[in-house]
């Protein structure tokens, strides 16, 4: 049955993924099924996706229910799903305005377009550079792999959208230098995810701020890894004390399904108007319903609290392993990376075999991004696992 699954897969679907060699077919809370019954425990979530966990009752209800009521009406007529969570979700956080779409890089891409709309009313044609880090990652979409430091990603895909510039990520100085009367947008992320779990500094960000207000560009904040809970804050943000000019958000905030979202504030907003950007999936009343359940349960102090004690602990676990291999564990709540002094691509293979499912940012870091629902025992016993692993693979 896998073998066929598999082989299909081979044969049928264009080979842009290196898939791990089983298939899974159930979910359960922090629990994976493969199709032969091999349990795993998961500590990717879907690439940061899956916060409330597999198979969550509330989830399941609120998406049936809507689906047999309502499942797509298109952005040219109103839902409440798709005006509520708009509601939940600037008034939980710096926002005045939602624009929703169905991916990440799509949010990436919006706020690419608000920002040049927004200085060209405000400024008049040219100002539109924009200014990105090392380490990076924003999506794969035309615009948004531009601003995306990686070469590997971007070179078979030459010219890339001009007009972007890259400063090495935390320098203060650097970014002061390339933030000019040219520069229409910053992109952050205030953690980095695919480059490696780096947190921005405080004061990186408040530069930024600052540089970016002297000049009259905006501050994008993308928080499609970082947001949502992910580290122990609602939105990571908070942490910094710094606020940004717009938000891309994706990845948890439709609890699996596949929503995106844009967050601007009333500022940006009045530069756009209707027919500037759409999207005939974006915003349905299904994974806006779905959005709902995921924000209203992660937004309470309580399940965040436990998301920092979680992190806590895995991080304490890590650290107790001792292994000469660990360079660096580091991290914001349940967003974790684990540096090695090897490649981790085995470590991960290894990991299969054990049951734990894990990702790599970068050759030698261990990204660690568990459902945030996840429990104590979970944390100790894949510590365990991974210390086993460890010890077998790194000899
Ligand atoms: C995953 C990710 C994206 C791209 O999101 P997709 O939904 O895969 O398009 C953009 N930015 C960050 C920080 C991400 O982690």
Request: glycine share 10%; proline share 5%; charged share 20%.
């Amino acid at each position: 049955m896998a073998g066929s699954t598999v082989e299909k897969t081979a044969q049928y679907v264009l080979n842009t993924y290196a898939r791990a060699p089983f298939v899974l077919e159930r979910g359960q809370g922090a629990t994976l099924t493969d199709a032969d019954g091999k349990t795993y425990l998961d500590f990717a979530a879907g690439i940061s996706v899956n916060a409330l966990g597999h198979a969550d009752a509330e989830l399941i209800a609120a998406v049936s229910e809507q689906m047999a009521l309502l499942g797509h009406v298109c952005n040219l007529y109103h839902s409440a799903p798709h005006a509520d969570l708009a509601e939940m979700l600037c008034e939980s956080s710096f926002a005045d305005k939602v624009y929703f779409c169905n991916s990440g890089t799509e949010a990436v891409e919006a706020a690419i377009k608000f920002a040049r709309k927004h200085a060209r009313e405000t400024f008049g044609p040219g100002k539109t550079d924009l200014v990105a880090f090392g380490g990076s990652f924003h999506g794969r979409t035309a615009g948004a792999l531009a601003l995306t430091a990686r070469e590997k990603y971007q070179a078979p895909f030459r010219p890339l959208m001009p007009g972007v510039t890259f400063a090495p990520f935390n320098d203060s100085a650097a970014a002061e230098k390339l933030i000019g009367p040219g520069t229409c947008a910053v992109f952050v992320e205030p953690v980095q995810g695919e480059g490696g779990i780096h947190a921005a500094t405080p004061e990186f960000l408040a530069t930024l701020r600052q540089a970016c207000d002297r000049h009259g560009a905006l501050l994008v904040f993308d928080e499609i890894q970082c947001g949502v809970g992910r580290t122990g804050r609602l939105w990571a943000y908070e942490h910094f004390e710094v606020q940004p000019d717009m938000m891309t958000l994706a990845k948890a905030l439709g609890g699996g399904l596949p929503i995106g979202a844009t967050l601007l504030t009333d500022h940006v907003a009045g530069s756009l108007a209707p027919g500037d950007h759409g999207s005939t999936f974006a915003g349905g009343p299904v994974v806006c319903r779905a959005a709902q359940v995921v924000l209203r349960r992660v937004n309470d102090p309580a399940f965040l609290a436990r998301v920092l004690a979680l992190g806590a602990r895995l991080v304490e676990r890590l650290r107790d392993l001792r292994s000469p291999h660990v360079r660096e564990v580091r991290g914001l709540g349940l967003m974790i990376g684990v540096e090695l002094d090897i490649e981790v691509a085995p470590l991960i293979k290894a990991g299969y075999a054990h049951g734990v499912i894990m990702i790599n940012a970068g050759p030698k870091v261990l990204r660690l991004l568990p459902p945030l629902i996840i429990e104590e025992a979970h944390i100790d016993q894949f510590a365990e696992v991974l210390g086993t692993i460890l010890h077998e693979v790194a000899r």
